[in-house]
Nanobody, 114 residues
């Protein structure tokens, strides 16, 4: 049974930093490209960052230069380091991969507010 579990969300002030994590089980993690999405209230789910099996990365324009996605295959974990956070980054952050079907975690709330 595939399971994705996110952690590390919380409340942070504008300009602050936060790192969220997603740990996978029930899958050969190293074989999956991994994605971070976010969903804010009343908005569509947005792809934030992606990392391939080879470590290549892509980012949404809104987070380029501020967010960094990375992976540790030995720990079956993908990370999203978020710096210079803005109020508009407030959302539930979810990790995802696709292998025959899409798999999602439950999400972790990130709130950027003073």
């Amino acid at each position: 049974q595939v399971q994705l579990v996110e952690s590390g969300g919380g409340l942070v002030q504008p300009g602050g930093s936060l790192r969220v994590s997603c740990t996978a089980s029930g899958t050969i993690f190293a074989m999956n490209a991994m994605n971070w999405y976010r969903q804010a209230p009343g908005k569509q789910r947005e792809l934030v960052a992606r990392i391939t099996t080879g470590g290549s990365t892509n980012y949404a324009d809104s987070v380029k230069g501020r967010f960094t996605i990375s992976r540790d295959n030995a720990k079956n974990t993908v990370y999203l380091q978020m710096n210079s956070l803005k109020p508009e980054d407030t959302a539930v952050y979810l990790c995802n991969f696709v292998r025959n079907r899409a798999y999602w975690g439950q999400g972790t709330q990130v709130t950027v507010s003073s």
